[in-house]
């Protein structure tokens, strides 16, 4: 089993759509939480980054992290048709030192216009 | 405030080759990370550098290696290249030791 479980996809929405993305994850150690976008060939891009339970907005964007029940969620309210991209959970531990992330596989989001 | 960037774009090599990624952090950042991104996957961990040393390293065999230097960019070196080292290299950079990676647009790494 991974630590951190992510539906693939794709998801296709219409435009003007709230779309709901959500990981779960298994190591109780995950403190820090984030979501980033990916366009098809390029790097990551920080959208959300989150430490308590509890939800975080910015824009039409909200994250949601529920530590009880290991399970973190991105809301996108108002979609476009260019937030059609991968969209990846990620997430690390207080491990000293080291701020590795582990990532979901990315849930590829399609929003049509 | 410049972002993170890498190179080269892109890179073709045979079985058995090695490599060398380049990437220079973010102004104001001096931890970098390595992740390799198979397509359809998420990235995962390879190693990351602090002070020019390395800081915690993922499942990834001794055959990657990496460095940084003074002015906190990195290298990331592969030898003896295999088929499965194809992906897409990410670099990241960070303030120290912060959960907050920035992503460079990565270097697109064809092993024939």
Redesign the interface.
Known sequence: QKEVEQDPGPLSVPEGAIVSLNCTYSNSAFQYFMWYRQYSRKGPELLMYTYSSGNKEDGRFTAQVDKSSKYISLFIRDSQPSDSATYLCAMSSMDTGRRALTFGSGTRLQVQP | ETG?T?SPTHLIKTRGQQVTLRCSSQSGHN?V?W?QQAL??????IF?Y?REEE??R?NFPPRFSGLQFPNYSSELNVNALELDDSA?Y?C?S?RV??????????T?LTVL
């Open positions: 993170v890498q931890t990370s992740y359809g996957q998420g990235p995962q961990f990351q602090y800081n915690g993922g897409l990410l990241a960070s030791l912060s959960n907050e990676q920035f992503f460079g647009p990565g697109r």
